[in-house]
């Protein structure tokens, strides 16, 4: 029989996974912080819920998709929370990326309950959310794995178990690290190029097939060449994102020189009030040492 499933945060990237998840036929109870998200989800045959706790209610499934580790806490934990509307035998899937370690904390309490929890993050931006081609990490235990993946492969292409609660935080976190420094080679390959003369589109297409390519490249620089800052994922989140990372490694003793220094980029743009443009728009640090743009003439 098939679950029926719940969604709580219906931003950037919710929207899309819940419209596949009513595309490949799950029932799909949705809330979100800001009731007007919901309305067209409700249009497309998707059902309102009055809190997280009554989103849960009407689940066998929950899916949570939001910011911050205080976020997940919030709708999971606190008055109204999942927890509250949550039967025993349900499952808690959080596709937002947060601390690992308070994810175990938070898959520790669940489990006292009865109630079992996957972490599984999110990547592919909002095209992949839109697309279901996203990739997703999930940590947790094999068997819920299992029971969750025909829900997975409505929303993702590339999904993978890769061990307990919090190793999908931790591999998200891996990912973010090459999606950040990958930027930035985008950024700095271009600043070469725009200085010296080339042809930026047929620059892109003489690369991005070779050991040069990358989905950053290939995705993120034409909206650079276009000076399109649209964005499939915020600078706001992905600082956020790079202090867990940054947190993680200092915890554990790990060098991450390059991931340092774009997080101190990216707060050089925050303070330009750019934090709401894509990611990419990292090149504008880059710009401003240069003291040219890419794309200009």
């Known amino acids: ?43 497309e045959g998707a059902i309102g819920a009055t809190s997280p706790a009554d989103v849960a209610a009407h689940a066998d499934i ?3 998709c939001v910011s911050d580790t205080p976020d997940v806490e919030e709708v ?6 999942i927890m509250f509307g949550a039967k025993e035998g349900d499952l808690i899937i959080d596709c937002s990326t947060i601390s690992p370690q308070a994810t175990q904390k938070m898959a520790a309490v669940l489990e006292h309950a009865g109630v ?19 990739s997703i990490m999930v940590g947790g235990d094999a ?55 080339l042809d930026l589109q047929k620059t892109l297409e003489a690369v991005s097939g070779g050991a040069a390519g990358s989905w950053m490249l290939s995705n993120r620089g034409p909206q650079v060449i ?13 600082q956020k994102d790079l202090r867990l990372a940054l947190g993680a490694a200092d915890e554990m003793g790990v060098p991450v020189l390059g991931t340092s ?19 990419h728009a990292l090149v504008k640090a880059l710009e401003h040492l240069a003291g040219f743009e890419i794309g200009a003439s």
Do not use: C
Request: no cysteine; net charge neutral.
């Open 116 to 134: 079992h929890m996957l972490d599984a993050p999110i990547s592919g931006g909002s095209e992949g959310a839109a697309n279901g081609t996203l």
């Open 76 to 81: 999971l934990l606190h008055e109204n929370g």
């Open 62 to 64: 929950t899916i949570i």
């Open 261 to 279: 220094t774009i997080y101190n980029l990216y707060r050089t743009l925050q303070q330009q009030g750019l934090g709401g443009e894509g990611n």
């Open 226 to 238: 276009r000076r399109d800052w649209r964005p499939g994922f915020t600078i706001d989140l992905q």
């Open 143 to 197: 068997a819920q794995f299992e029971r969750a993946l025909p829900v997975f492969q409505a929303m993702g292409q590339t999904i993978t178990h890769v061990g307990g609660h919090g190793a999908g935080q931790m591999v998200k976190l891996v990912n973010q690290i090459l999606v950040v420094i990958n930027m930035w080679a985008v950024g700095e390959a271009l600043l070469f190029a725009q200085a010296g003369g």
């Open 1 to 43: 029989m098939t679950e029926t499933i719940g969604f709580v945060g219906l931003g950037i990237m919710g929207q899309g996974m819940t419209r596949n998840l009513l595309k490949a036929g799950f029932a799909v109870h949705v809330w979100n912080r800001s009731p007007g998200k919901m309305d067209p989800l409700i249009a």
